[in-house]
């Protein structure tokens, strides 16, 4: 395509007239007030461990009970596993490097618990836990804050098979006994940490809805339970940590909370939507937040209710530094008074958009009414986006480049929505894209591509997509472009 056919037919006089003044030439000079985030705004992005490192036989590792998932056959989208992924164990410093081109401030990664403990309790591996003393290196002496997830879906598969994974008590405990070691061992230098990743994910996709490792389908008081003693381990780790790790760690959690957003914004649809929000996330962010299970739950659950003592609601609800939200979509809900709760969800229409994977609904109010409602409803102090981003069909053109205009559209969009929460003073202190490249993205194996930087499997080449570029420059302005 020429640059002629560029040229617009159409004129714009009044552009020209000098009773107005002259349009701004870029977003980011439109007027700062409506697209800059505060001073100091994190800019980060993130990965996991088994979706990132390989290596699963090195060092000492354990196996995991993603590495026994991957391998059963029609499990994993075309038989994928995470033996080799991005390499990124032994391209850690390179990948730094991409982080440093792109001038993020922060890293959010996670650390692989059978690694560390390769049994998930009894001896430790110290060689396990070196590779994270050598990537914090090599972060900070980059200038990239270490934000470090204890917790990202890959338990040793030694506690599954002892205590049938987070089924059991005892893993809970094992939790908290690895997090206490690794704090006292990496708090020199990271200064944040987030127990786990999205309870409400690994538990129902899990172990209800056996799409993800371990594979099972649990219904009722075992369901229920296991989901207590995620939150349960959460707490007890949030306070292992305390005990061990140097004065001035912050601790939290980066929980998919399921983000229930006014179909449109009049005062009683966002009442009902601040309704949803502590039911619909009653079994994992609003216990951890209020040290209680709502009503509704427990009513709905009946003799299912999960089995729990006082002692359990203090240390679930153990005081946070700060909240981490996963966020990718919402759902739209009105008030109803007909509802026991007063509220309705809002069926989607067949032709609503979404990302490639099937469940991305593009829904960018979510990263305003997400942060809005944790901060409003809980009055947490400090928020971290910990996941956003999107997937596209990612071909690389010609040239070589991905022009994934999508993602850059979404990204926009959603970045959009934040900078209205920031704005009204939602305490959101830093925003990690997901992800920082392409990546085994679970039961979908490779398919499905969440990278700024695309990745070629078969040489692990890095490439910087259009994605990539846009985040810089907003990195770079502090400012959506
Ligand atoms: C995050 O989950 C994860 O933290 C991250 O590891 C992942 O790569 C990223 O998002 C992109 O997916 O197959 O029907 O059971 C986002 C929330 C919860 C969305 C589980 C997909 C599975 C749907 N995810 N869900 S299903």
Redesign the pocket.
């Known amino acids: 395509m020429g640059a002629t056919a560029l040229t617009s037919a159409v004129e714009f006089p009044a552009l020209g007239s000098k009773s107005r003044s002259p349009l701004p030439q870029t977003a980011a000079e439109s007027g700062d007030a409506l697209r800059s985030f505060p001073p100091g705004f994190i800019w980060g992005t993130a990965t996991?461990s088994y979706?990132v490192e390989g290596a699963v036989n090195e060092d000492g590792r354990g196996l995991s009970i993603w590495d026994t998932f991957s391998h059963t056959p029609g499990k994993v989208n075309s038989n994928a596993t995470g033996d080799v992924a991005d390499d990124h164990y032994h391209r850690y410093k390179s990948d730094v490097q991409l982080m440093k081109a792109l001038g993020v401030k922060g890293y959010r990664f996670s650390i692989a618990w059978p690694r560390v403990f390769p049994n998930g309790d009894g001896p430790p591996n110290p060689k396990g836990l070196d590779f994270y003393n050598r990537l914090v290196d090599e972060l900070l002496a980059n200038g990239i804050q270490p934000f470090a997830t204890f917790y990202?879906w890959d338990l040793p598969q030694s506690l599954q098979d002892r205590f049938g994974g987070w089924e059991g008590r005892e893993t809970s405990k094992a939790f908290a006994d690895y997090a206490g070691y690794v704090a006292a061992r990496l708090t020199d230098r990271v200064k944040h940490i987030f127990t786990i990743?999205?309870f409400g994910?690994f538990v129902e996709?899990g172990y209800r809805?056996g799409?993800h490792a371990p594979g099972l389908k649990l219904t009722g008081l075992r369901l229920n339970q296991t989901r207590h003693h995620a939150v349960l381990g959460h707490g007890l780790a949030v306070q292992a940590i305390r005990a061990a790790a140097k004065p001035g760690t912050k601790v939290g959690l980066a929980e998919?909370i399921t983000i229930p957003a006014p179909v449109f914004e009049t005062p009683a649809n966002i009442a009902a939507a601040e309704r949803a929000m502590r039911e619909m996330n009653a079994q994992y962010l609003t216990v951890i937040q209020e040290g209680k299970y709502t009503d509704w739950y427990l009513k709905q659950a009946g003799a299912d209710a999960p089995k729990f003592t006082p002692e359990d609601l203090k240390i679930i609800s153990s005081p946070l530094d700060f909240v981490g939200i996963?966020v990718?979509t919402a759902e739209f809900v009105r008030a109803d008074e007909s509802s026991p709760i007063g509220v309705t969800l809002v069926p989607r229409p067949k032709s609503f958009p979404h990302a490639p994977?099937f469940?991305l609904y593009v829904s960018p109010e979510a990263l305003y009414w997400g942060p809005r409602h944790v901060a409003k409803l809980w009055g947490a102090k400090e928020i971290y986006i910990t996941?956003n981003g999107c997937s596209s069909s990612d071909e690389p053109a010609g040239d070589g480049k991905v022009y994934d205009t999508d993602r850059v559209t979404y990204l926009r969009s959603y970045l959009t929505q934040l900078r209205r929460a920031t704005a009204e003073g939602v305490p959101v202190r830093g925003y990690f894209l997901?992800?920082l490249m392409d990546n085994f993205?679970?039961?979908d194996g490779y398919t499905n591509r969440?990278g700024i930087h695309y990745v070629d499997y078969a040489t692990q080449k890095r490439t910087p997509k259009l994605s990539a570029d846009f985040y810089r420059e907003v990195i770079k302005r502090n400012a959506i472009v």
């Open positions: 996991a979706q990202h990743n999205e994910a996709v809805w799409v998919n996963n990718y994977s469940w996941e997901w992800s993205e679970w039961a969440f």
